[in-house]
């Protein structure tokens, strides 16, 4: 959070204000995204995820805890990450440069094995309330995997592994697949039936023997369950962003709802080749370790689910063409909708005013002079009878029969019980 500037005090002299302008610092120069990334325009999501990770890694706070310096750099890698990622904000800043971006929509990560426990018990009271938090894999573990420090088990293809992780710790796995298999297709799932937070991630392996983070994929909540895959099936497969727009949809629902199949994006890795291949779950609970089931599968097997879900997911990239024709027809009408409803509010109060003008002017056409009435109806029904006129004496029982239609009804007498 960025404090606000302190002024200078103020002088009596005039020359003394020209002296405060000249040492004047000039207002922050925010670097373009590609060059603080290191990329083109031209390059690749995952060139551009690539980049970001190896800078947040090496700029990361846990590494640089003395160094503001770095801790700048990290602010500036995420934040040129955080336009850069985003396929809607890419474009306007590519259009229109960073006065076409809201500052105020920008979503950080937070690495919850950096955060004290203040930190973490806020975070977790506001995720508990549904405000997003959005997590990023601890520096930790990735510098572990970077440096090829980690322990990885081996994941038979069809048998499923039960296992817990603890929280901003990851599990590493490896899969050897064969020639026959890359073709027919891979799977990797995790799901958890507590319904803990994870992160399912995938690794390539670098020229080192260390291993870089590739593709990431968050857990959501689908049903009873907290679920996540991975599809290599030789096609585009497409993964959407749950957590990106939830503070969009919290300030406008209509904005989120059209905007929502934006974040609909084909996965950057379509098929793996031949070979070991490392995946990993990461605890992402904020205080209690995950629970969780990882299996991979040849999908050779699951023909008629590759051509489902390759038409199911045809079906949604059509209707998204559809909602950005049905928006701005929605808009229309919404405004129309909302010019009649505040001119039927205009027209009511108008013909009220109207009416009662009305009977005023009616009430004016009379010679005789108002009796002004001091006294209330209860005050009236009060006041004593003339001499000599007896007062009736009028039960609540009779009275409850003649308000019954007039009609003289015959009432048992009962006690009360």
């Known amino acids: 959070m960025k404090m606000p500037a302190r002024k200078s005090k103020s002088h009596k002299h005039h020359h003394h204000h020209d002296d405060a302008a000249a040492t004047r610092k000039p ?3 925010r670097r373009d995204p590609y060059e603080v990334l290191g990329v083109t325009r031209n390059s ?10 190896k800078l947040a890694l090496k700029y ?3 590494k640089n805890a003395n160094d503001p310096k770095a801790a700048d750099m990290f602010k500036e890698v995420t934040f040129s990450y955080s336009i850069l990622s985003d396929p809607q904000k890419k474009h306007q800043y590519d259009v229109a440069g960073f006065e076409a971006i809201e500052a105020e929509s920008q979503e950080l990560e937070l690495d919850l094995s950096s955060l004290g426990a203040v930190n973490t018990m806020l975070a977790a009271i506001f995720s508990k309330l549904g405000v997003p938090i959005k997590t990023t894999v601890s520096a930790t573990v990735l510098e572990e ?3 090829g420090t980690i322990t990885s088990h081996p994941l038979p293809l069809g048998q499923p592994l039960v296992k817990k992780v603890e929280k901003q710790c990851a599990h590493f796995y490896s899969v050897t697949i064969t020639e026959e298999e890359a073709r027919g297709g891979f799977v990797c799932r995790v799901k958890s039936f507590d319904k803990s937070k994870f992160k399912l991630l995938y690794f390539d392996q670098e020229e080192n023997g260390g291993l870089n983070l590739s593709l990431q994929e968050d857990s959501t909540k689908t049903g009873k369950v907290t679920s996540a895959g991975m599809y290599f099936l030789g096609f585009p497969v497409y993964r959407l962003d749950h957590v990106a727009n939830s503070m969009a949809a919290a300030k406008d629902p209509d904005a989120a709802f059209f905007k929502k199949l934006d974040r609909f994006q084909p996965c950057e890795i379509t098929e793996l080749k031949a070979g070991t291949h490392v995946f990993a779950v990461y605890g992402d609970n904020f205080f209690r370790s995950a629970s969780y089931t990882i299996e991979a599968v040849c999908a050779a097997s699951f023909a008629k689910e590759k051509e489902d879900l390759r038409a199911v997911e045809a079906q949604i990239l059509s209707k998204r063409v559809e909602l950005a024709k049905f928006e701005s027809e929605y808009r229309e009408v919404l405004a129309q909708f909302t010019e009649m409803t505040n001119r039927y509010a205009q027209e009511m109060q108008m013909i009220d005013v109207l ?3 009305r009977n005023q002017i009616h009430a004016s056409y009379s010679i005789a002079p108002q009796v ?3 006294k209330s109806k209860r005050s009236l029904s009060n006041e004593p009878k003339e001499e000599g006129q007896p007062r009736e004496k009028k039960s609540s029982r009779s009275r409850s029969k003649r308000r019954w239609y007039n009609l003289h ?7 009360a019980c």
């Open 44 to 53: 690749t999501d995952q060139e551009i995820k690539s980049a970001y990770r």
């Open 60 to 62: 990361h706070p846990d």
């Open 372 to 374: 002004k009435r001091s």
């Open 145 to 147: 995997a970077l440096s």
């Open 27 to 29: 207002p922050h120069h």
């Open 409 to 415: 009804l015959k009432v048992n007498q009962r006690k």
């Open 355 to 357: 009416l009662k003008q």
